[in-house]
């Protein structure tokens, strides 16, 4: 049984940073990514982390300001984010066990937590 748990997100000034980690539990080794989505918005990919070359990509919009990364012997997944902005102000999803694909589009994961809010002021 895989789960996926978020924490690390809320509120937090325009130019502030905010780190947000993914406890992973009963999941094989697995490309895993970040997703956002905000009120009345699509669900969108934010960053991934492929496995096994652990090789990024981001999204244009958060290139340069967020960086995703994972620890493997805590199978744990964060996103740094830096230089906030209003503009990022979501929920924000953990995703594991890609699918071949596009890996921003959110139906090519299987695995999602329950999400963590962040508010961007």
């Known amino acids: 049984h895989v789960q996926l748990v978020e924490s690390g997100g809320g509120s937090v000034q325009a130019g502030g940073s905010l780190r947000l980690s993914c406890a992973a539990s009963?999941?094989?080794?697995?490309?895993m990514g970040w997703f956002r989505q905000a009120p009345g918005k699509e669900r969108e990919g934010v960053a991934v982390?492929?496995?096994?070359?652990?090789?990024?990509n981001y999204a244009d919009s958060v290139k340069g300001r967020f960086t995703i990364s994972k620890d493997n012997a805590k199978n744990t997944l964060y996103l740094q984010m830096n230089s906030l902005k209003p503009e990022d102000t979501a929920i924000y999803y953990c995703?594991?066990?890609?699918?071949?694909?596009?890996?921003?589009?959110?139906?090519?994961?299987?695995?999602w937590g329950q999400g963590t809010q962040v508010t961007v002021s």
């Open positions: 009963g999941l094989p080794a697995s490309t």
């Open positions: 982390v492929f496995y096994p070359d652990a090789s990024t």
């Open positions: 995703a594991a066990r890609f699918r071949c694909g596009t890996w921003y589009d959110a139906k090519k994961f299987y695995d």
